[in-house]
Structure formats: C-alpha cells, structure tokens
C-alpha cells in the first residue's frame, strides 16, 4: 500500500461555467495512476462511506480518488435539480478529472444510490477515459425501480429522501427555521408528510414524482435507460436482497448481459440499501456476509485501468449470497430455476384462524374452497414491517402482524426437505373489489416449529377496474434463500404496508391528509381454488 498525500481541495468549470468542487486524495509515490471518481449530493466528506471504505484507502492501492459535490450541494455552485445536469456534468467532471495531474488518462467511477446513478448518466455521454463504472443499488428504469413499485408508489423511501435533500437544502441556505422544521419531520415520517415539504420545499422532485404516476414521457426522459443502448463499458453491478432499488440493479445487468460485448459482473449480498452487514433486521447471515466490496472493487479497477490479469475474467460473472445455508454461491449466470405451485385453500376464515387458509402443493390439487374475505380500515392500515420497501429494511419477525384480521395468511405443512429458492416469486390472486381501486400485498415468510414468523420476500400492486373479478399477477422481490426441512411457507395477504408504500383510499393513492378523510373502507373477496403461488426451484 502506498503513502498517502494530504487531502486537496480541488474545483473545475463545466461547460456553462459552473464550478464543482472536489475532494482529492493522492498516493504519495512518483509516477502516474488512474483515477477515481465519485460524484454525489451529501457532502464529500461523507464520500458513502457508510458502505466504502473511505477514500484514503483506495487511494492507499494506487489511485487517485476524487469525491466531489454534484451542481447546488456541499460547496459546488449551482442549482440542484434532481438527476437533471448528471450527462453533462458527469461527462465534463470525468474529462477534468482524466486531465488532473499525475493522472493516467484513465478514470473509473463507483458509488451506491445517488452516487450510482451518476456514474450511469456520466457513462451516457461515453467520455473517452470513462473506462469502467461499478454502479451499486441504481434505478434503471427510474418509475418502476425506484419511485414506483407495481404501480403503487414507494412512500417512505421517497418522502425520507425527499425530506433529506430539502433539509440540506435549508442548511446550505443557511436557513434556520425550515431546517429545524424538515429535520423534526424527518424524525417523526410519514407525519404531515406532502404538507410540509409543499410548505417548506416547493422545489423538490417529490411533487413531480407524486405527479406523474403513470410511466410516461416524464419518466422516459429522466431514465437512464431511455439514453442507455449505446453504452458498452465494463461493469461491476452491486445489489442487496433487501435493497429497495434491486429491481434496478438486476433490470440493468440483464440488459447489458443480452447486448454488451465487455464484461459484466453481478454480486447481491444478504443487504438493505445501508448498511453492508452481517445483521439485516433480527436476521445474522454469519460473518461470511460482511462486505467484500472495497477488495472486489481494487481488484476490478486493477484488471481495467491498470491492465492487470487479476484472474477476474476467469471467474464466475455472478456471485449471489445464500440465505439460510449463509455462503455465496458462484454462478456462471443469473439461474433458471423450475417452478413450483402451490395453490390456496380454506375454511373462510384465513383472516382469523392461523389453521384456517393453507398452502397446498399443486399436485395434490383440486380441493374446493370457499371464498376468503378481506377489509381494510383506513384508520388501521397494516402496517410495514421489514421487507425491502420498509424502514428499517430487513428480517422481522411478523407474527404480529399475521394475526390480524386485515391480514390473510396460508400455511404449508412443514417441509420434508430443504428447499432452495432462487429468483422471482409469483403470487397470482383470483379476487374482486367493493370499490374501484385497491392494492394487494403480498409476503412469503418461513415459520418455524416454535411458531416464529420471518418474512422472506414480498411484492405490491397497485390495481384499478377493482369491481371487476380477475386475477392480479404480483411480482415479488427476487430472492436467494435456502428454507430448512421441518419449517412452513406462508403467503399473507393485506390491502396495504404503510407507511412503505401510499395507502390506497378506493380510488387512487393517499398522498395527502384530504385524500385520507374521503378514503373508503375496501371489501375483497378471494378466490382460494383459483388463486395459487409460483416458486423458483433450485434442485
């Protein structure tokens, strides 16, 4: 490892003369070395080292690393707009950087959330020394993989960002008051939630996101994806299981597995967005389950910007963490896991009795069934637990909440064998509405024979034309978990999660305190025997 120089302060000029500042930090050697760059909205000095390592470290493996403040945050000058100046930005702050000296000419870029994002709109412009990006915890598309979930919007992952952002918004005015205000709000979500920040922060994305919620040209302009199919670059593409914004790593890697011609690797650890740990929740993956990242990441830098055979490209692409048998598993590609059905069964009274609504293997189907039904009271939403979409994220135990009668649950009998899941769970709900709209959630959990419930993986929709009787098809967060002999699978199922996603008021989302007053109690009848769960199966 190299000595390190002091840290520099550092400032260029995009091309509409608006300076950015930067962090820089130097190994203390002669010679040239390629560069690092992360580029994010919270104040350098923070430089995501709530999951890195900091930057003094890489710079240790003979780097320069440069962390600076995008337009309008820490020191930088101009205005913030949320992702709205990142492709030029992006692009001018890689050629700055490429140039500065003792540099090589090479410049990768890394970072998780905000900071991933970036480094996806800086590659859009493909600036000549942007050689590798390791974008970590992205939207790709960013309606479906990050403001919305099966149509229904993402409420307390959007509104405590929302409330982030404007806060350090206030403190860079130097604006006392609505600080004070937003920071008390941020503590006490989802509590005056669309009211304050229309108050406080009129310019935040929020308003515009809660705006649009259909996937229109809005978002397609905003979206990396829509600017995206000419970007051919080494990519190192980081996920979590319990990461909210998984569905944007994984829809990312498998579009640029099928049309890139450079490497792509995939890593997903047992994580929600922060931090990068053992513990997730009540849940302890083994110390095996701590962060390889920074090591994984010197060791891509190195094959791409140094010209080292670190042995990379003759590794397997994917690695994805086990849950349950608690080890990573190498894989030449994403698994193509068979499936398993389960179908619905009951007495009529899965909302009351834990006996009463059973999951039932395909094969020993059909057993007629009576209809199962489910109300929801505005004044009591089921509330969040866990899951990828709640805060905090995580492993909870949820029997609590599965012994509500707003909640419907269906048990297996306990398993005979392990049984190893891989992929995206399907829950296909044959049902129909009092009223116009409602949402369906839905969790797989594990019981266990002490009777303890932990959730594995869940899924929202968002559905309209509730009169009708259909079968709504809803996608479940892809999941890699191992299921000991002797526990159960259990699909519960509510018309709402709240605060992670916006409660539904029979007619369309409650987004504000006049929305909830004229919400409607929702009346659902299910249709167990034509209703049934898909499970990827891993021999």
Known sequence: MYKILSKEIASMYTRDGVRLDADIYCPDEEGEFPVLLMRQPYGRAIASTVVYAHPSW??????????????????????????????????????????????????????????????????????????????????????????????????????????????????????????????????????????????????????????????????????????????????????????????????????????????????????????????????????????????????????????????????????????????????????KPNQKSYFLSTTGLASIREDAGILIPSHQYPIPSPQDILVHDPWRPVPAIGGHAAMPAGVFERSQIDCRSDVLTYTSEPLTADLSLVGEVLVEICCQSDQDSYDLCAVLSQVYPDGSVYNVTQGYLHCQDGTNKVTRNIQLQPICIRIAKGNCLRLSLSLACYPAYAMNSGNGAVLSSIRLMNAQIITLSVSCDSSQVFLPIIS
């Open 58 to 335: 890489y710079a240790a493996q003979g780097y320069i690393v440069v962390i600076q403040d995008v337009r309008g945050r820490g020191t930088s000058e101009g205005e913030f707009k949320l992702f709205a100046n990142e492709i030029a930005d992006g692009a001018d702050s890689v050629n700055w950087a490429a140039s500065l000296p003792r540099s090589n000419g090479q410049v990768g870029m890394y970072g998780f959330s905000y900071q991933g994002m970036t480094q996806l709109y800086a590659a859009i412009a493909k600036p000549p020394a942007l050689k590798t990006i390791c974008p970590a915890m992205i939207g790709y598309d960013l309606y479906t993989d990050w403001a919305y979930e099966g149509g229904a919007f993402c409420l307390q992952t959007n509104l405590a960002w929302a409330i982030q952002l404007a806060t350090e918004t206030a403190r860079l005015r130097g604006d006392q008051s609505t600080y004070q205000a937003l920071l008390t709000a941020s503590r006490n979500l989802p509590v005056n939630h669309p009211e304050i920040l229309q108050k406080l922060a009129p310019e935040s994305f929020y308003h515009d996101w809660v705006a649009h919620p259909q996937p229109d040209i809005y978002w397609q302009e905003l979206s990396p994806k829509s600017h995206f199919q000419s970007v051919d670059l080494p990519m190192f593409h980081i996920g979590g299981w319990f990461d909210t914004y998984l569905r944007g790593t994984l829809h990312l890697y498998k579009d640029m597995v099928v049309r890139a011609n450079t490497p792509q690797h995939l890593i997903i650890g047992p994580w929600a967005h922060l931090p990068w740990g053992r513990k997730v929740g009540a849940a302890d993956f083994s110390k095996l389950a701590t962060s390889p990242i920074d090591q994984m990441q010197i060791r891509w830098f190195n094959q791409f910007l140094k010209g080292v055979d670190t042995g990379l490209l003759d590794e397997s692409p994917v690695c994805l963490f086990e849950m349950g048998s608690n080890i990573w598993q190498d894989l030449s590609s994403l698994p």
